[in-house]
């Protein structure tokens, strides 16, 4: 069981990598009252910005990923995960539709 573990915590820290890229070139957003809920960006985006900031980065995400392209095909893999995520923070919309 303790190789799952780790494979399951490798793949967490590597597709938190990877929303960190996604947000770092704004396909990704925080909302600004609660910084830990990840709202979408455009459905269909371009990842091109990210792959080069993730590249241009290498050196910080190497600890990360064993290779570029396993970094390339997570952001991916993220992005398109969260193509159905909030456009706007559910919290901030229930308390403005109870107000």
Request: glycine fraction near 10%; charged fraction near 25%; aromatic fraction near 8%.
């Amino acid at each position: 069981m303790g190789g799952a573990k780790r494979m399951m915590e490798e793949a967490e820290r590597q597709q938190g990598a990877a929303a960190e890229i996604l947000l770092k070139v704004g396909i990704f957003g925080c909302c600004p009252v609660h910084e830990d809920i990840l709202l979408s960006g455009d459905i269909g985006v371009d990842l091109t910005p990210a792959y080069k900031y993730g590249n241009y980065h290498w050196e910080k995400y190497q600890e990360v990923f064993e290779t570029p392209r396993q970094m390339t095909d997570t952001i991916k893999e993220v992005a398109e995960g969260y193509e159905l995520a909030a456009e706007e923070c559910p919290i901030c919309a229930n308390n403005a539709a109870s107000d």
